[in-house]
């Protein structure tokens, strides 16, 4: 299955008061928009909500393609 653009699927994720996330998942794999602004570092817990929010959208992607999603971080 291939998504298009139409089908493509964000939602915000609130990280910590000074910063959120909106994460866009869809055929062009996935997109991060920062609140305000992409940080130099994260926190250790805004990074641990980064990756729950990160797999809750991967999973859907996931479940829309039906097929594996794989991560690399580097």
């Given at each position: 299955m291939?998504?298009?653009?139409?089908?493509a699927?964000?939602?915000?994720?609130?990280?910590?008061?000074?910063l959120?996330?909106?994460?866009?998942?869809?055929?062009?794999?996935m997109?991060?928009?920062?609140?305000?602004?992409?940080?130099?570092?994260?926190?250790?817990?805004?990074?641990?909500?980064?990756?729950?929010?990160?797999?809750?959208?991967?999973?859907?992607?996931?479940?829309?393609?039906g097929?594996?999603?794989?991560?690399?971080?580097?």
């Amino acid at each position: 299955m291939q998504l298009s653009s139409e089908s493509a699927e964000s939602k915000t994720f609130r990280l910590s008061r000074r910063l959120s996330v909106d994460i866009t998942v869809g055929a062009a794999g996935m997109t991060c928009e920062w609140d305000p602004e992409l940080p130099e570092r994260l926190t250790a817990k805004e990074l641990r909500l980064y990756r729950v929010a990160r797999a809750e959208m991967l999973k859907r992607l996931a479940e829309r393609v039906g097929g594996a999603v794989v991560v690399v971080e580097v």
